[in-house]
Structure formats: structure tokens, C-alpha cells
């Protein structure tokens, strides 16, 4: 009879961050121009003004109110306008609704369970928690 051994249990206080599996490029893109947009926006606002030390107390808070309007405002047209390409982008590169075969790498449509080229068996895997009747 063959010793059968279990995987050992993960302590309950470890905590395991989850990678991101299935992120493509675009998806990367869009959170690094995010974060870009972000950081534009917190440094112009930082410095709005900070260049007026020799101008009179009324005109450099003039100018510092319009240079916080002026950062605000490139910052969400170019948000919206780098959002909006980018997301044209990373809808018009999705590929196919389906699968890809672990064999050759053929699509086969979601309502197949076998590959047409290659007869491969490529029936998604059950769910954590459904029965098979």
C-alpha cells in the first residue's frame, strides 16, 4: 500500500497577496498612465506658485490660483483624452472569445469540449463549490 501523504496546510495568520494572472500590456498601460496622471497632478499642484517669491502678496496668489486651475484642468483633459485611447486600444487587441488548445495552440470555441485539430481535451475546469450530477 502506497504511503499517501498531504500538502501541508498554510498557517491561517500567513496572508498571500494574489498576482494579477491574465493582465496584457494594454491593461499595464493604462494603470502606469494613471499613475502618471496622478503624479502630474500632485507635483503641479505642489509647485503651483512657487515660482513668485519677488512678486507683491496679492499677484503671486493670483498666480498661483491660476497656475492650481490651469494643472488641474491639463490634467483631466489629458486623463480623460489617454483613458479614452487607451481603452480603444485595449478593446480593439482582445482576442477571441474561447480557448487556446495546450497541445497546438488551435482556438476552440468555448462550446467545444475537444480541440478541432488536434483532439485534445480542453473542457474548462469545474468551479470551486458546483457537482456534476
Known sequence: MQDVTE???QSEDVMTIAKPQN???TTWSIVGFNVAM???LLDGLKS???ACADAAPATCEAVATMSAVMTIGMAVFFLVAGNLILGVVAITT????GRTCPRCWA?????MALC????????AKRRRGTQTA
Request: net charge positive.
Open 107 to 111: 482556438h476552440v470555441s468555448t462550446r
Open 7 to 9: 500538502p501541508p496546510n
Open 48 to 50: 503651483a506658485g512657487a
Open 116 to 123: 478541432p485539430q488536434c483532439g485534445c481535451e480542453v473542457a
Open 23 to 25: 493582465w496584457r500590456l
Open 94 to 97: 482582445r482576442g477571441r472569445a
Open 38 to 40: 496622478l503624479w502630474f
